[in-house]
């Protein structure tokens, strides 16, 4: 079975762009989850998504957000980059919401 | 709230030596425990995880074992290797709540 992939592995922005990262779970998992990784918060928790709907939100403002379609495929935007948002995006898909996580490769996303 | 925490890094052996990371928890309730390693350049990948008090999560020659009493899920190895160099963060989750994550440790081991 394929795992997590998440496309593009990296990314360039300026500031002011937005971006949308992708995530396609493995076969027959429903639920998606998406994680900032940064060397000075660490691993923090964005969203969860399940059968199409937030079903958990973490401390982000409103500039990214996400979606989830009838596949399960993922993905999240993030608009009016900021510098800060250069960061490891990691994108999780277990079959329900109490099931392990399994997560992707990661998008690195660098905002210049 | 709930919260994790583990040791510094990073963390120095020569092959063969013995591995502890430890990890410390705050949670109410009776959270779920794992460990997950990530190698440079990857994403995380699940290493072992323990689901109530006692029990013992191993894979690869990794073990940790949920204290409930001293709130703890020490991560422990007998015998490392060169390809075990990555970094290694504890976890918790409530039910089906998000997982948080301890800031990780970093784990060198040479020649």
């Known amino acids: 079975k394929a795992g997590v992939t998440q496309t593009p592995r990296y990314l360039i922005k300026t500031r002011g762009q937005q971006v949308t990262l992708s995530c396609s779970p493995i076969?027959?998992?429903?639920?998606v989850s998406w994680y900032q990784q940064t060397p000075g918060q660490g691993l923090q928790f964005l969203f969860e998504?399940?059968?199409?709907?937030?079903?958990n939100k973490g401390n982000f403002p409103g500039r990214f957000s996400g979606r989830q379609f009838s596949n399960s495929r993922s993905e999240m935007n993030v608009s009016t980059l900021e510098l800060g948002d250069s960061a490891l995006y990691l994108c999780?898909?277990?079959?329900?919401?109490?099931?392990?996580?399994?997560f992707g490769a990661g998008t690195r996303l660098s905002v210049l | 709230g709930n919260s994790v925490t583990q040791m510094e890094g990073p963390v120095t052996l020569s092959e063969e030596a013995f591995l502890t990371i430890n990890c410390t928890y705050t949670?109410?309730?009776?959270?779920?425990l794992f460990w997950y390693v990530q190698y440079p350049g990857e994403g995380l990948q699940l290493l072992l995880k323990?689901?109530?008090?006692?029990d013992k999560g191993s894979n690869k020659g990794f073990e940790a074992t949920y204290r409930k009493e001293t709130t703890s899920f020490h991560l422990e190895k007998g015998s490392v290797q060169v390809s075990d160099s990555a970094v290694y963060f504890c976890?918790?989750?409530?039910?089906?709540?998000?997982?948080?994550f301890g800031t990780g440790t970093r784990l060198q081991v040479f020649p």
């Open positions: 999780a898909s277990s079959e329900d919401p109490k099931n392990i996580q399994y």
């Open positions: 076969s027959g998992h429903r639920s």
């Open positions: 998504y399940f059968s199409e709907t937030q079903r």
């Open positions: 949670a109410t309730g009776y959270p779920s």
């Open positions: 323990a689901t109530k008090a006692d």
């Open positions: 976890a918790l989750r409530r039910g089906t709540d998000k997982l948080i």
